[in-house]
């Protein structure tokens, strides 16, 4: 029995994220923006891995290859049906709440949390669980939706929106989704996650042309080109809509 504590905002049972988010909208580019910075960030090999909030699998075959051991873990039931019907026993799902994740301490050698952060209201709590299952030496890639972003400074400067990027506090856009949808200040998560006591290796812009006009005017071939350079060189100033940690636990 799955334990919905009260800090689970977003519930994806009963809906088909694949076909509607991915399969249905013109989202080709922003699949592989997030495929080409988990690339960069995750270690080729690995013993224990999870997909935190992994969902169907979408970026699975980013990382079967690299682990021996696959784990994909998600609270949403349809989502983790879904996942072993395409992956099957390559995969081993588990079910459960990210403010307690189901694995030991110091379990695994890898994890990653992709286009989840946006649904964590309390994200140190969560920081904390995923650091206490990493093995010493083990490496985290964490998106991170922010709130500092260029579109984001304009709608705020003409004010069409009263959220400040530039205030740290968390924002959350209750209007966007009735659950509740939260965006991050990239200081406000690099503060905890030296707080919970994550090395900070490298850090990659990723998503920096996801707007429907940049999509028309220049295709999404060439974006997917031009976001490759991007997501280093812009890294230094947070620019994009999504921000990517490659965090380590220190060796003991
Ligand atoms: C936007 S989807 C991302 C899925 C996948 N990481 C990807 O990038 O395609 C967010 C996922 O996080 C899961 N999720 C959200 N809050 C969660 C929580 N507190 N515990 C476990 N899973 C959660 C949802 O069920 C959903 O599958």
Not at 56 to 77: H, Q, T
Not at 215 to 236: C, D, R, S
């Amino acid at each position: 029995m799955v334990d919905m504590s009260e800090k689970v905002i977003s519930d994806y049972n009963g809906y088909d994220y694949k076909k509607i988010f991915w399969e249905d909208a013109d989202r080709e580019y922003e699949d592989q923006a997030d495929r080409m910075a988990i690339r960069k960030l995750l270690p080729k090999r690995m013993e224990k891995f999870a997909d935190i909030g992994g969902g169907y699998g979408r970026l699975a075959n980013e990382y079967l290859k690299r682990a021996r051991k696959v784990y994909i873990f998600d609270y949403s039931k349809t989502e983790l049906k879904q996942a072993k019907e395409i992956y099957g026993d390559k995969v081993e799902t588990k079910a459960g709440d990210i403010y307690k994740l189901p694995f030991k301490d110091n379990e695994l050698d890898g994890l990653m949390m992709i286009r989840v952060t946006h649904h964590l209201k309390d994200m140190e709590k969560a920081i904390s669980e995923l650091y206490r299952v990493l093995k010493p030496g083990g490496v985290a890639v964490i998106e991170v939706a922010n709130k500092r972003t260029l579109p984001k400074m304009v709608r705020f400067a003409v004010g069409k929106s009263k959220v400040n990027p530039f205030d740290k506090k968390v924002a959350n856009y209750k209007e966007i989704s009735a659950d509740g949808f939260y965006n991050y200040h990239p200081k406000y998560v690099e503060d905890i996650f030296e707080k919970v006591g994550f090395e900070r290796e490298r850090v990659l812009s990723v998503s920096n042309f996801r707007s429907r006009m940049l999509k028309k005017i220049f295709k999404t071939n060439n974006l997917v080109k031009m976001e490759n350079t991007a997501q280093q060189i812009l890294a230094p100033i947070r620019f994009a809509p999504s921000i990517y940690y490659k965090l380590r636990k220190p060796e003991k």
